[in-house]
């Protein structure tokens, strides 16, 4: 059960920074083609 826990904290902490990173990635990309 204390991998689910890991697992639970990966994806509640990990996830949501990697996400946002895609998302400022895709941002600056579309600002330089305007």
């Given at each position: 059960m204390n991998e689910g826990g890991i697992e639970?904290?990966?994806?509640t902490i990990k996830l949501p920074?990697?996400?946002?990173?895609?998302v400022k990635v895709l941002i600056g990309m579309f600002g330089k083609k305007e």
């Amino acid at each position: 059960m204390n991998e689910g826990g890991i697992e639970v904290k990966f994806y509640t902490i990990k996830l949501p920074r990697f996400l946002g990173g895609m998302v400022k990635v895709l941002i600056g990309m579309f600002g330089k083609k305007e």
